[in-house]
């Protein structure tokens, strides 16, 4: 067996950083306000949740970057999450603004954080760089496939730096991943097949009610239809239509994108998707077992199979992610099988690293080559924080991060329309279905537009 010299590959990795650092975004860096290497950062956290106080707290702690407001609709939430956030940097406290644009006015802030609920991602990036402020935007990306163009071309009109929060474009394990492919050593692939399965189980509808004292639950539900204040919606949108895409494009859009830097692939040919909510007693709307299939022109097969009810699948926990372990493969929930005609190539989510296995020797497994990974959050701040000051595109860049979600969308429009077969036009990124088309993009509710960049 052969195992991959992490140090060594972390050595080569620095010495060709100025080529996996991708273009500069701007000619002039110069023409659009970058901060000194000397001085902090200040950054506006949007939505203040679980992920959001992770990140917000991440940022922090680096010591080169200040988190200077704290946006959220609900105050409650500022005040929950201010204190542990100010201990990260030096004791110095967030300003609160309940709607995050008093934030954006400000000419001396550098980026902002949106870690809100999907439906209010686009808004919140376009009119971020609008503003001239850089971008750090949570998974999934966008409520639907028109929505992450504009973001797309919002950045691009800008001249912003608009990171993706798909952290495992900046783990050393994938990118060594990547190289071994490329570098033949898994032979000829044609099959990929990603994995996303745990237990999320269905829930009832609570009725509708008085939004908690200070809850600005019009600002909430932003751009989605009208609807009165409910638990149900606030705290399932997940699975909620008129809110998310599910979980293919949730939790499943970290190993497709993963699995895309790995392999190599864009948007594909065809999209074929399948599946159904059969666990019906309750109010979720998205699928819980669900498998799409994408076809590429480079003789390329690629599946995305999801289940929700599966609690003995599992998600590769903080022990695995942070030492020398791999997960139980057979029972690993957030996985990608990488066929070749050489081997196959097993691969973690988030810091689960990699094994390849070829053929077995007396009916036990004989692993050719391997890699230990790490949870790679730290290493994709680093990257958003290098672009902020070089100006150069990040590994998840926002064009990068549109065309990964922008395949989940094909799958979830042809799911909804039956498991429609569609073909993509690679120019446009329309698909060749009527119907299907009616799902490209949503209609909004005043003031909470978003227009055509």
């Known amino acids: 067996m052969n195992q991959w010299d992490r140090r060594g590959f972390l050595q080569r990795s620095k010495q060709m950083g100025a080529v996996a650092a991708g273009w500069t975004l701007l000619g002039n860096a110069r023409s659009v306000r970058a901060t000194p290497a000397n001085e902090q950062i200040s950054m506006a956290l949007i939505g203040c949740g679980g992920r959001g106080n992770a990140l917000a707290r991440g940022f922090a702690s680096r010591g080169d970057c200040k988190i200077t407001y704290v946006a959220d609709v609900n105050p409650a939430m500022y005040e929950k999450y201010a204190s542990g956030i100010a201990a990260s940097q030096g004791n110095q406290v967030p300003r609160f603004v309940k709607d995050f644009r008093h934030a954006l006015d400000d000419p001396s802030l550098d980026a902002i954080i949106v870690a809100t609920p999907t439906h209010w991602h686009a808004l919140a990036t376009v009119w971020g760089c609008q503003a001239g402020k850089d971008v750090f935007v949570e998974k999934p990306l966008a409520h639907n496939a028109w929505e992450g163009q504009q973001m797309v071309k919002a950045a691009r009109k800008y001249q912003r730096v608009v990171q993706v929060g798909t952290q495992n474009r900046s783990a050393p394990y994938n990118e060594a991943a990547r190289q071994y492919i490329a570098d033949g050593k898994l032979g000829k692939v044609h099959f990929v097949r990603v994995l996303n399965q745990k237990l999320w189980e269905n829930f009832d509808m609570a009725p509708n009610k008085t939004p908690p004292p200070g809850f600005d639950w019009d600002m909430w539900n932003g751009p989605a239809a009208e609807h009165p204040y409910n638990d149900t919606l606030r705290y399932h949108w997940h699975h909620l239509w008129r809110y998310c895409i599910g979980d293919l494009g949730n939790d499943g859009a970290h190993q497709f994108d993963q699995a895309r830097m790995i392999v190599g692939f864009d948007l594909p040919r065809q999209v074929y998707c399948t599946g159904g909510r059969f666990n019906t007693q309750g109010a ?136 429609q077969r569609l073909v993509v036009d690679p120019q446009t990124q329309h698909v060749d279905h009527a119907e299907a088309m009616e799902l490209f993009r949503r209609e909004y509710r005043r003031p909470w537009e978003l227009k055509e960049v």
């Open 284 to 419: 979720a709307e998205t699928p819980d077992t669900q498998i799409a299939t994408f076809t590429y022109d480079r003789d390329l097969v690629v599946t995305l199979e999801l289940t929700l009810y599966t609690p003995y699948m599992l998600k590769i926990d903080g022990q695995v992610r942070d030492s020398d372990m791999f997960p139980y493969w057979p029972q690993c929930a957030t996985r990608i099988d990488i066929y070749g005609d050489q081997g196959v190539m097993t691969v973690g989510r988030m810091g689960g690293g990699w094994q390849v296995h070829v053929r077995t020797k007396d009916r036990q497994p004989v692993v050719k080559d391997q890699m230990y990974g790490r949870f790679p959050d730290r290493d994709h701040q680093q990257d958003f924080v290098r672009c902020l000051r070089t100006r150069q595109q990040p590994k998840a860049d926002i064009d990068i991060g549109h065309r990964s979600h922008l395949t989940l969308h094909y799958a979830t429009m042809s799911y909804r329309t039956g498991g």
